[in-house]
């Protein structure tokens, strides 16, 4: 069963962030509702729609930017007050606009997630979540990882709630009180929380920023996931979800909200397992959605908003013009109106934006004009992808991007993105006098206002990618954002490691604190939360999403423990937790247990890969020369059914290809570092026996090769 919404377009307020939108009660069972949305201004906007207008109940004066908007009211009467958390500080607001409510949070950071139930405020900053009950403080929580968000199940005793916090390292943390009753693990850093059912139960939508969906019901003591949905198309990270019976066959619809700007309808079929029922795909993310009506009376819809503040329905309400006798379109006096309206205040907007320009080129060429440089709001975002070990750079502007430049200092791999329309040129660049190695410029089209890259990097080489965002504004003006490149790039964070493998320690003793050890920690790995932990000692499980070895670290003051299956992780770590002790002047006793078996474990791990490639780069080798006995035979029949396949197949063959640029070139490199790195613990240089380790590889044979490294 599939359902057809149509977009309709409402209104445009300042940019928002995620979870500012909500919708008021109905006051009727098919009533239209109130949409109440903040922004990054400070603006509250309350606004219903009447005759295809939106018509403002209320807006607020410009402030703070509000990260999260929230409705509340006394337990048993509709939830109604709106609610809003900008800085420290929440304020509660009445459907009519009446400010009620001020109540200094007293964080250190800004509140970035909220939830109201009753006379519960929770709310969080980075790694603190703070609980009060009637503006009085009741339970306070320090998390191990940085909180994306809250929820709050209703417990059966209604003075002692049961929140439930999103937190970076892929865990759900769900407290009792002041204390942590239990986590459980997700598969992805859970973004965003709801709950199944609005009216209570113990039912909890999570999404992740790896674009997966899931079920959890939490218990008393554990957790048990319902249902799980993975990102199989690659979509974008989850941002918002929300749950309406929009198919209107009884059960509760997830709706979900994607950072690339993909809104989905999940329904039940009768197993009860979520089936997508509709997709449609909007030019920025989506960073609120909700269920209800709002464009016309019984006409359900799925209303969002996105980044730049475009408040959007999907509407069941039809929207095609109706047929008369002899297929002539004949318009509602409604519609009629509404493009009249439409063309006036195009008219006007024209008329503003020339007399806007006049203007300013009046006062730039005056002898008193001060050049005033253009503020816009940037969304970045740069995370590692485990499917295929890269780095993905998504940039979102709240205007149109005019170029892109991309500097980095670290040698990287650019890679090809389906959805990205944009003209990529190179410049030549050398390494040696300013240390550029890569300098790329991206022409976006018109109206191009985000933009998705990406990248891979090279283990043990680490340094800075810069990105140089000029939107289309006058004056030109310009914005950089930096992200840092660490030496082990691709690893990833995970729960736990498979202690049967053959693994290589590496211990570290001196004079350091915990938190500078956890200083260095930060810098050599990704998904390592900055604040030091709290404790004695911690322990983090790392695997390396390219090859799938893996890496555990424990370290507590003076004390540091490394072990991998991988040399060259070890090594790498090795190079560099000796030159940041060097330059704080720390002294360092440093010893290793190599073990050889892990060698071989490292190499059977790289050989279906590296056979893949070799497989591949050969039939793409073979595909001009078949394609021209083609030509000259006039068909492929004569061919064996292999290379038929070949010719078959070709395009696939030369896409997949060019979507890996230096695949080969990398495998071979691991191969020759791991080889390099495993003598130089035994304190031999192996480099001039390099050459020979090619020719092996470039007849390659996994025998001929774990034959090579043992008698090397």
Request: charged share 25%; with cysteine.
């Amino acid at each position: 069963m599939e359902i057809h919404l149509n977009r309709v377009d409402y209104m445009q307020v300042g940019v928002t962030s995620q979870k500012t939108m909500r919708l008021l009660p109905a006051l009727g069972k098919k009533a239209t509702q109130k949409v109440a949305i903040a922004d990054h201004d400070g603006i509250i906007t309350c606004f219903g729609m009447k005759k295809g207008e939106a018509l403002p109940v209320f807006k607020t004066l410009p402030g703070q930017k509000i990260a999260r908007l929230d409705l509340g009211g006394a337990a048993g009467t509709p939830q109604e007050k709106i609610f809003v958390g900008s800085g420290s500080q929440v304020r509660g607001f009445t459907k009519k606009g009446k400010q009620f409510l001020t109540f200094e949070a007293n964080l250190t950071e800004s509140i970035n997630a909220m939830h109201v139930s009753g006379a519960d405020l929770l709310v969080c900053a980075s790694y603190i979540y703070n609980h009060y009950c009637d503006c009085k403080d009741q339970h306070y929580y320090l998390s191990g990882d940085k909180i994306n968000d809250i929820t709050c199940l209703s417990s059966e005793n209604p003075t002692r709630p049961v929140p439930v916090l999103a937190c970076q390292d892929r865990v759900l943390r769900v407290l009792r009180g002041s204390e942590l009753a239990y986590d459980t693990e997700v598969p992805g850093p859970p973004s965003v929380l709801e709950l199944y059912n609005k009216e209570g139960g113990e039912e909890i939508l999570y999404g992740t920023t790896n674009g997966k969906i899931g079920l959890v019901r939490i218990g008393e003591s554990a957790a048990a996931t319902r249902w799980e949905i993975d990102n199989d198309k690659k979509k974008g990270g989850i941002l918002c979800i929300d749950t309406y019976d929009i198919m209107g066959d009884g059960v509760g619809d997830v709706l979900v909200g994607r950072d690339d700007g993909t809104v989905e309808v999940y329904g039940f079929d009768s197993d009860s397992e979520p089936t997508l029922r509709f997709e449609h795909v909007l030019s920025e993310s989506v960073t609120s959605i909700q269920g209800g009506c709002v464009g016309k009376e019984s006409y359900d819809e799925v209303l969002t908003a996105t980044y730049t503040g475009w408040v959007t329905g999907l509407t069941t309400e039809p929207q095609k013009a109706e047929s008369g006798p002899g297929d002539e379109v004949r318009m509602s006096k409604e519609i009629q109106s509404k493009v009249e309206a439409l063309r006036a205040e195009l008219e006007q907007l024209q008329v503003k934006v020339l007399q806007g320009r006049e203007q300013y080129q009046q006062t730039s060429q005056s002898s008193t004009a001060v050049s005033a440089v253009p503020v816009f709001s940037i969304n970045d975002k740069f995370t590692l992808c485990q499917d295929d070990a890269s780095y993905s750079l998504t940039l979102e502007v709240q205007t149109a991007i005019d170029n892109l430049l991309l500097q980095s200092d670290v040698p990287i791999d650019l890679l090809d993105v389906d959805k990205n329309s944009a003209v990529v040129s190179f410049s030549e660049c050398n390494s040696e006098p300013n240390g550029n190695f890569l300098l790329a410029t991206y022409r976006c089209q018109a109206n191009t206002t985000r933009l998705e890259l990406k990248v891979r990097s090279i283990e043990g080489q680490y340094g800075n990618l810069q990105a140089y965002i000029t939107p289309r504004l006058e004056p030109k003006t310009c914005q950089v954002r930096q992200y840092h490149i660490k030496p082990l790039s691709l690893h990833q964070r995970t729960h736990s490691i498979d202690q049967e493998r053959p693994m290589n320690r590496l211990s570290l003793v001196g004079q350091f604190s915990f938190a500078e050890i956890h200083s260095w920690v930060v810098f050599c790995l990704p998904e390592v939360p900055e604040k030091t932990p709290a404790g004695e000692s911690i322990t983090f499980c790392f695997h390396n999403t390219f090859l799938g070895t893996q890496l555990e670290a424990t370290y507590c003051k003076g004390e540091g423990h490394f072990k991998s299956d991988n040399i060259s992780t070890i090594s790498i770590l090795n190079d560099v937790l000796s030159k940041e002790a060097t330059k704080r002047k720390i002294n360092l006793n440093i010893s290793y247990d190599i073990n050889d078996d892990s060698v071989s474990h490292t190499l059977k791990m790289i050989h279906p890969k590296l056979e893949y490639q070799l497989v591949l780069a050969r039939k793409v080798q073979l595909i001009d020369a078949l394609k021209e006995l083609q030509v000259h035979e006039g068909n492929a029949d004569f061919l064996i059914p292999e290379y038929r396949n070949i010719l078959d197949e070709s395009a696939n063959l030369l896409e997949e290809y060019k979507k890996q640029p230096a695949h080969l070139e990398r495998l071979y490199g691991m191969i020759t570092d791991l080889f390099i790195d495993k003598f130089k613990f035994k304190g031999q240089n192996v480099k001039t026996k390099v050459s020979s380790l090619l020719e092996i590889l470039d007849n390659y044979d996994l025998n001929s090769l774990l034959d090579f490294f043992k008698e090397a």
